[in-house]
């Protein structure tokens, strides 16, 4: 099952009307949550809002995310070890306030398991791509080592 | 004042990790692994996301953000009331506004405090980040081109 997000704030009409088209040719089926968008799916379950239970739930039983380049969805993706697709929002398409979802994809790009669509084309290859990905394992980064160790110092100094 | 200090010398938990709902939460969790082997007592908006992660040392306070004032005053004296029940002997926060206020008052009671900017400021720092450089005693940035100095620092990122 292949799990799709638009964050708790927008609807990204974008993304979903291109994931609807390709949700009959995609080897798995597709669950949407789509937020505050207008666009209504055909081919695939769509809810506007899934309760953070659910939510977990649905992210844990997915093989693959795919959503907007939001923190807290690369966060989901990361905590859950599900390979990610992301679509940046677009200040211009009206999509976002600003242009950081764009900053955002292109600091993750590189990142193992993480694979940007710059747009609605790319959005096929990179799903493909997603779905052929192994290697989610619980490698945990040298920078969450070195935070998690500096906490660790400071309670060793300062509880008793 | 010397009766409050006394109380406070008292046997006390060792951490307080306050965040809001949401992507903070996410961290705060990540961040688990710190705390192994500590006496911990959670902080959060929202109290299913803290059952659910497993989490029931947890106490709720109302959320707010800076366009909300009277909701802000309501969160900081919930925010008081837990350290003065849970007296911790440090107080964490990832973020947002509710979490700042726990660090806040934990610093005004005795703990000694510490913010980790979340993640997701990438550009710049919080706002409650910029008030914790003069409120918290540790003020932290995950991101190595925000950092100025000590305040706030540089000291690795969740991701």
Known sequence: MILVTVGTQLGFDRLISAIDALAPNLPAPVVAQVGSGSYVPKYMEARALIAPADFEDLARASQMIVGHAGTGTILMAARFEKPLVMLP????????RNDHQIATANAFATRAGVFVAWDVQDLDGAIMKALRYVGMGESQTSARSQLLESIGKFLDRWCE | MKVLEAYLKGKRVSIL???SGGGHWEELMLLKPAFEGRQVHYVTTDS???EYHGVYSASVVIDCNQNQPLKSIVCLIMAIRVILKVRPEVVIST???PGFFCIFAGRLLGARTLWIDSFANG???????????SVAHECWTQWDHLSLGTRPAYRGSIL
């Open chain 2, 17 to 19: 990790a306050a965040s």
């Open chain 2, 48 to 50: 299913k996301i803290a």
């Open chain 2, 95 to 97: 973020g947002a506004a």
């Open chain 2, 123 to 133: 550009e710049e720092l919080s706002m409650c980040g910029r008030l914790s450089k």
């Open chain 1, 89 to 96: 929002r677009q200040a211009s398409l009206g999509e976002h």
